[in-house]
Nanobody
């Protein structure tokens, strides 16, 4: 059973930084897509950043240049470095993975989800 555990969320002021981490277990696939999704209250979950097994990345327009997604194959983790955070970045962030080569990492219907970690940015 694939297990995803997020950590690193918290409360920061605008302009601050956070790094989210996702510990991935029971996922022995060499071909995959992974991403971070964000959900605001009473809104749909949206893909923020994605990466595939080749290292190709995709980002939501509003986070380009501020967020960086990365995959550590040795530690089996997925990370999201977030800089210059803004109040609109507030939300619950979810780590998602699937054993496919998805064409669009931010809109793919991922099978495996973590429970999420909250990020709150105050102005």
């Amino acid at each position: 059973q694939v297990r995803l555990v997020e950590s690193g969320g918290g409360s920061v002021q605008a302009g601050g930084s956070l790094t989210l981490s996702c510990a991935i277990s029971e996922f022995p696939y060499n071909t995959y897509c992974m991403a971070w999704f964000r959900q605001k209250p009473q809104k749909a979950r949206l893909g923020v950043a994605g990466i595939d097994w080749r290292g190709d990345t995709e980002y939501m327009d509003s986070v380009k240049g501020r967020f960086t997604i990365s995959r550590d194959k040795v530690k089996n983790t997925l990370s999201l470095q977030m800089t210059n955070l803004q109040p609109e970045d507030t939300g619950m962030y979810y780590c998602v993975v699937d054993s496919v080569l998805c064409q669009n990492k931010l809109t793919y219907d991922y099978r495996f989800w973590g429970l999420g970690t909250q990020v709150t940015v105050s102005s």
